[in-house]
């Protein structure tokens, strides 16, 4: 809109003063602009193994590249009638060529892209066939100079002197010009479909905008032509932004879709490590059992007055210990299948008892005394009897490996039960331990949280999910005087309510 104001100015064939820096500095923006732009091509070419972008790409390489001789031969640049023996139309037969080579490079695209788009991506390395054609627009551009400048008199004169156009024959080309950038828009309009694409219809109609201006102008230093490279200059610097901030969207949605693949193996990883580390942690307990109970049994047959009686019950408490590792091992499988909860009725208070009884070496091996405060009106609980069971190991071994650690105080640990609000029924476990500290509080029950040399972090956080996917709730509070209380919440089971 602003140019097409702009063609109908009165003011375009002004001639303004002859700034010599201005033609240097324009090509050296647009040398660096279109050197990126192409580097961008290049790097989406030989991702999607596209022969389209390469050739687009060789395209701005190769006007990229003419931008040096056409600020050398441009007059009174560097040298007033300009460098490399430069003739009065060199610097235009350049600029000439460099525009020819878009639309030609946009044409060939849209045809290469439909080839594209039939060959599936072979096991070519993209690298030799960017070096050659990277080489291939190198050359072109090479050529183009020595025909310019040595070859200057075999080409038309787009110039009478340094300042004032031959305009018939510039106009003859500046159509062929124009009529390429028509094409070259059709050409695209009609199958442009990537972000790329669109911006390149924008830069495109900003050249054919440049092609109607070129041909109303009668010279260099006018208002038009300061304002022609102007235009150019933007055309393409839009063209630039357009595709690095294309570049990093696709970077950006590749590193979100990395990270989320990421994330997603991590979270498989954590589950199978979750498996691995809770089947270690459960199954160690009663097989450390086991192996006791067997070796106790073996000493009463060794010994040197073998005592049959006692070795048997060492045995049979060899086989219970193997059952329960069987269970748990079950129960583990229940659990993270996330099948159906296997629930028997059963008093909270008898497995409390069961539990306690087979601890009783460890309780014994640290010195803690027990201590039962157990409601006998506690109605049943509805449960899977075996993982609560391992919520109760769970919390008294804690409770056993704190008290272990206290020196100078009774070690207690005593056990609760009472019914809770008519419908539910609690225990709490609490010892006179160490106690947990403040800010360790809120994270005992996360996974893999431990305060242990030997701990796995994995109790806890597997004792809550057992007693949340129950219906109950499990907290910690922190002891009377010291250690730490923990509280366990069932709902009774409804069949004992009627
Ligand atoms: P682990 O026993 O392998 O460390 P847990 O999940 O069972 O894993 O326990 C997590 C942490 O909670 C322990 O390392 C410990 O710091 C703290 N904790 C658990 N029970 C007690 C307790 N009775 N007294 C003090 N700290 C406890």
């Avoid at 001639?15 to 290049?42: K, N, W």
């Avoid at 905008?209 to 235009?231: D, V």
């Avoid at 059952?323 to 028997?344: H, W, Y």
Wanted: net charge neutral.
């Amino acid at each position: 809109m602003f140019m097409a104001v702009l063609l109908t100015l009165p003011m375009r064939n002004v001639r303004l003063s002859q700034v010599d820096a201005f033609i240097p500095m324009v090509d050296a923006i647009m040398f660096v602009g279109e050197l990126i732009v192409a580097t961008l091509l290049y790097a989406q070419a030989s991702v999607f193994r596209s022969r389209a972008l390469a050739v687009l790409a060789s395209g701005f390489v190769f006007s990229a590249l003419l931008l040096l001789p056409h600020a050398l031969t441009f007059p009174g640049a560097f040298a007033p009638d300009g460098w490399l023996g430069a003739g009065v139309s060199s610097s235009s037969w350049i600029y000439t060529a460099r525009r020819t080579a878009f639309p030609i490079a946009i044409i060939l695209y849209v045809l290469l892209k439909r080839a594209d788009s039939t060959t599936q991506p072979g096991p070519e390395r993209p690298a030799p066939r960017i070096a050659e054609s990277v080489f291939v627009a190198a050359a072109l551009a090479l050529a183009m100079t020595l025909l310019a400048t040595s070859g200057h008199d075999l080409l038309p004169r787009f110039f009478l002197t340094h300042a004032e156009l031959n305009y018939g024959s510039a106009l003859t080309f500046e159509f062929i010009v124009f009529a390429l950038f028509v094409v070259a828009t059709a050409a695209l309009f009609r199958r442009h479909s990537s972000v790329l694409e669109t911006w390149l219809l924008v830069a495109l109609s900003g050249w054919l905008i440049e092609s109607l201006l070129i041909m109303t102008l009668h010279g260099r230093f006018t208002a038009g032509w300061y304002c022609l490279y102007l235009l150019t200059l933007v055309s393409h610097l839009v063209l630039m932004l357009a595709l690095i901030a294309e570049s990093n969207r696709l970077y950006a949605r590749l590193a979100i879709s990395t990270a989320a693949r990421n994330r997603e193996r991590d979270a498989r990883l954590m589950s199978m490590d979750a498996v691995t580390a809770a089947i270690a942690h459960e199954v160690g307990q009663p097989l450390t059992g086991a192996i006791a109970h067997a070796m106790a049994g073996l000493c009463w047959l060794t010994a040197e007055r073998p005592d049959r009686e006692k070795a048997i019950k060492e045995l049979r408490s060899t086989i219970d210990a193997g059952n329960r590792t069987n269970e748990v091992i079950k129960s583990i499988r229940a659990m993270f299948a996330k099948g159906p909860i296997a629930a028997t009725q059963f008093s909270l208070n008898d497995l409390v008892r069961e539990t306690a009884a087979f601890l009783d070496r460890e309780l014994a091996g640290e010195r803690v005394s027990l201590e039962l405060t157990l409601d006998e009106e506690l109605p049943p609980v509805l449960a899977d009897r075996v993982q609560i069971q391992r919520v109760l190991v769970n919390l008294f071994t804690n409770a056993i490996d704190s008290l272990g650690a206290t020196q100078g105080r009774p070690r207690r640990l005593e056990i609760r039960s009472a019914p809770l609000n008519g419908q539910d029924v609690l225990l709490e476990v609490s010892d006179t331990g160490i106690g947990i500290a403040a800010e360790e509080t809120p994270r005992i029950f996360d996974a893999f949280f431990t305060t242990k040399d030997t701990g796995t972090g994995l109790g806890l956080s597997l004792c809550r999910t057992i007693v949340e996917e129950h219906g109950g709730r499990l907290w910690a509070s922190p002891g009377k005087h010291y250690g730490a209380t923990f509280h366990l919440q069932l709902p009774r089971s409804v069949m004992s309510a009627h």
